[in-house]
C-alpha cells in the first residue's frame, strides 16, 4: 500500500484548519474592513430608483414587440416598440429616457414608459421655455376655430389668429404642416393647455424699425404703404413696422360710402403724412391731398342765381347734398325745396342718385361752401297775379289741415298758400276748446276767405261762415219761457251741461235742476227744461228744469237783454287788442253781421212805409163814411 497520497493529505490538512472552518459561518472569516470594503462593491453594483421619475435607460434587447430597457435596477423593465416609433434606428447599447410607473406590479415586474417620459419632458421643455421666454419651434399640426394647433415637444398647443402675425392673417391653412417659431405666453396647469404666439417674435423686430420711422417722420411727408386692415370709417395702412390711419374723408375729394368702393385689402398706396401724436404714436394719413382739390376747377361763371345740375349724394333730416362733379357740392336746404311753410322730411321725396336741377344761393369759393335751392325754379305762387282774385275775401277753396295750434288750425290751400283758421271760426254752434275736437291733421276741410294780406303772406280763413248764422233762427226759437227736451251731458260743481235740439249745448245751474219730488236731475237723463236766458251775442243758453214745476221767484233774475252788436264790438275793441287772425276774424263777421242787419231794418222799415201809404186813402175813405153820419146827427140834436 502506498503511503505518499495519505501524507500529502496530512500534510495539507495540515496547511487548512478545517476544525477552524466548521466552527465558523459564511463570512465570518473576514474581518470588519474587509467586510466593508465588499459591502461597498456590492452596493456600486445595485442601483436605486424612484416611482413617477424620469431616467435614462440602456437597450439590452431588441425584438419585433418589446424593446428590454436597463435602469440599474435589480430587474429589467420592457417597453413595447410602437413607443419608439419617432426614434428610427435604435439598437443594443443606446441610451434613451424612460418614466417610472412602478417599481414592482402584481406580477414583480419593473413598469416603464417611454410616452410617458417624453410628455414629462416635454412639460418641463416648456415651462423652461415660458420661464426663461425662449424661442420654440414647433410644427402646425391643423387648422381650428380662431387659430392653428401648434406641436410643441409633443404636446399640442394653441395659437390663436391674432397671434399669428402683425397683419391679419385671412387664411391659416397656408400654414398647416408648416414649422414655425412661437414663445409660450400663457401655460393653464389646471387643464393642460399652452398658448403661443408667433406676433410676439415679429414685434420685437419691429419695434426697432417702427422707432426709426417714427424719428424721421414729418408732416406733409409722402409715405408708401399696404393697406392692412378696412372699416367702415377708413383703413388702416402698414408703413413699415408703424400703422396710420387714413380716415374714408380723407380717400378722395369726393363722397364715397365705403372705403371699399375704391380701395382693397393688401393694395399698395402712396400716402402723405397729415398728423402725428408721438405719445401715443397715432398717425393720420391722407390720399385725396396728393391730388388738386376739385373747387379749384368750379367754372368762374357760376354765381348766385346761376342754375346748376348735379346729383344727391347724401340726404339728412335738414336737407340733401348735390355733387356737381366729385368734391363739390353744395347744401339744398329743406327750406329751400318747396314754397310750403311745411316742413317735410327731404327722405320723403328725394332719393341718393337723383339727377336735380337748382339754382346758387349763396357761393363761397374761399370757404369752398355753397347753398341751393329747388323751389326757386319755380314761381312763388304768392307773386302770381291772380293770387287777389283767386284768393279774394269770401271765396270758398279746400285745403289740408297741417297743424293744429291751441287757437286754431292752419290749412294748406296749394303748396305755397296757407291761411289760418281761428277755433271760434269752426263752428256757430259747437264751443270748440282745441281744433282737435273738430278735424283732423291730414283731413280735407271747406273753408272761406275772410282777410287776404298779400305783403304779409296771410290769410285769415274760416269754416262756419259757408253757412248762415243760426242764432238768428235759434232766438225765435228758445224764447224765454219755452219749454224743450233736453239731454244732461255731463254736471260738475257750477251746474250741468244740456244737449239741446239742433246740436246746441245749453247750461243749467244746481238750483235749476231739482225736480218735483225734491231729487236732482241726473247724467243721461232727458226731461224738460224752461228757458230763463238766451244770449245771441254770447252764444249762450241758460234753461231750469225746476221752473216746469214751480213758478219763477219774484227775485229771479230777468233775462239778459242782447247787446247791441255795435256796442259790443266797440267794448270789445276798447278792452283787448286784436293781435290774432282769429280775433280780427270775429270782428269782420261781427261787422257783417250788423250791416245784415241794418240792412234788413232799412227793408222792413220801407216794407212798412209802403204798406202805410197803400193803406191811406182806404183808410180815408172810411174816415170820410164814418164822419158823414156823425154830421147828421150831431145837426139833429142840435135841431131838438
Known sequence: MKEAPAAKVAEGDDAFDWEEFEKKGFGEGYSRKKREELASIYEDTLTTVEEKKVVSATIVSINDRDLVLNIGFKSDGLVGASEFRDTPGLKVGDQVEVYIEEQENALGQLVLSRRKAKIVKAWELIQDGYENDKVIEGMVK?????????????????????????????????????????????????????????????????????????????????????????????????????????????????????PAEVLSLDEKVNVVV????????????????????????????????????GSIVNVADYGAFLELFPGVEGLIHVSEMSWSQHLRNPQDFINIGDKLDAVVL?????????????????????????????????????????NLTNFGLFIELEEGIDGLVHVSDLSWTKKIKHPS??????????VQV???????????????????????????????GSTHKCTVISKNDKGATLE??????????HKHLKKEDGSEV???????????????????????????????????????ASKPAKAKAANKSNNEDVSTLGD????????????????????AKKAAEVKKEKAAPKAKKEASAEEAPATDEASSEEEK
Not at 329747388?374 to 297741417?402: A, C, F, M
Open 450 to 480: 275772410l282777410e287776404l294780406d298779400i305783403e304779409n303772406r296771410r290769410l285769415a280763413l274760416g269754416h262756419k261762415q259757408l253757412e248762415e248764422n243760426p242764432w238768428d233762427t235759434f232766438q225765435s226759437v228758445f224764447q224765454q
Open 437 to 446: 275736437e273738430f278735424v283732423k291733421v291730414g283731413e280735407e276741410l271747406e
Open 274 to 309: 397729415l398728423d402725428f401724436d408721438d405719445d401715443k404714436k397715432r398717425i393720420s394719413l391722407g390720399m385725396k391731398q396728393l391730388t388738386e382739390h376739385p373747387w379749384d376747377k368750379l367754372d368762374a361763371g357760376i354765381e348766385i342765381g346761376s342754375k346748376v345740375s
Open 142 to 258: 391643423r387648422r381650428t376655430k380662431g387659430g392653428l394647433i401648434v406641436d410643441v415637444f409633443g404636446i399640442e398647443s394653441f395659437l390663436p389668429g391674432s397671434q399669428i402675425d402683425v397683419k391679419p392673417i385671412r387664411d391659416f391653412d397656408v400654414f398647416v404642416g408648416k414649422k414655425m417659431e412661437v414663445k409660450v405666453v400663457k401655460i393653464n396647469y389646471t387643464n393642460d393647455n399652452v398658448v403661443v404666439s408667433h406676433k410676439i417674435l415679429i414685434e420685437k423686430d419691429l419695434e426697432k424699425q417702427k422707432a426709426k420711422i417714427l424719428e424721421n417722420l414729418e408732416k406733409g411727408q409722402v409715405l408708401e404703404g399696404v393697406i392692412k386692415n378696412m372699416t367702415n370709417f377708413g383703413v388702416f395702412i402698414d408703413l413699415g413696422g408703424v400703422d396710420g390711419l387714413l380716415h374714408i374723408t380723407d380717400i378722395s375729394w369726393g363722397r364715397i360710402n365705403d
Open 522 to 560: 241726473e247724467v243721461g237723463e232727458t226731461i224738460d227744461f224752461v228757458v230763463v236766458e238766451f244770449s245771441k251775442d254770447d252764444k249762450r243758453i241758460v234753461l231750469s228744469h225746476t221752473n216746469t214745476h214751480t213758478k219763477p221767484a219774484p227775485s229771479e233774475k230777468p233775462a239778459k
Open 362 to 402: 349763396t357761393l363761397d369759393r374761399e370757404e369752398r361752401k355753397m347753398s341751393l335751392g329747388i323751389k326757386q325754379l319755380t314761381e312763388d305762387p304768392w307773386t302770381k297775379s291772380d293770387v287777389l282774385t283767386k284768393y279774394g275775401v269770401g271765396t270758398n277753396h279746400k285745403g289740408i289741415v297741417r
Open 584 to 603: 280780427l276774424d270775429a270782428l269782420s263777421a261781427l261787422k257783417a253781421e250788423m250791416e245784415d242787419n241794418t240792412k234788413k231794418a232799412n227793408a
Open 500 to 509: 239741446l235740439p239742433y246740436g246746441l249745448e245749453g247750461l243749467a245751474t
